[in-house]
């Protein structure tokens, strides 16, 4: 254990990973990218309780860009990503100003006791790039991983601590997210 109370291997691990993040922001950057990398403070695998009613019906979460209730919280299938105020503003500007994701890039790296995946939002009509790093332990997401299966989609809600207002990026291939759990 380390000071920050983890396992050596797993901050080796993380440290790599953002190695790793920053390199790929700066791989864009050399290929004419904007770029606009988060750093998360916190991020959890939301298997939406919902999800789970006996009916074997499914919620739906449409919206891109909301401001959450407490309801909503129910109907999430994703990872809910925590991010400072100001990476958030950056963001919502992004967004204000018409970012429309076109495609995504989705580079994982499993470790040991953690899985770290990257998720590389792309608008290609304006070369506009957002880093979205995602930090979970496999066994977390065995629930998430079926209920994204069966809805076909994960969504990646990126917010600030105040929980005032919630960006969600949709992905339709929720598979490629966790390999084999």
Known sequence: MNSAGLPDAVLEQWEAFVDDVEATADQYRDEGWSVLQLHPGDVTPQPGPQDRRFDGSTGGDEGRDERPTDEDDLE???????????EFEDLAGLVDAGFEVTRYELYRG????????????????????????????PSDVATLSRLADERGELET???????RRVIAFSHREPETFFGEN
């Open 76 to 86: 999430r299938v994703g990872f809910d990503v925590v991010v400072p105020d100001d």
């Open 110 to 137: 499993d470790g040991d006791a953690s899985a770290f995946s990257l998720v590389v939002e792309l608008d290609e009509s304006t070369r506009q790039a957002v880093l979205v790093p995602l930090y979970y332990q």
């Open 157 to 163: 809600h990126v917010r600030p601590l105040s929980r």
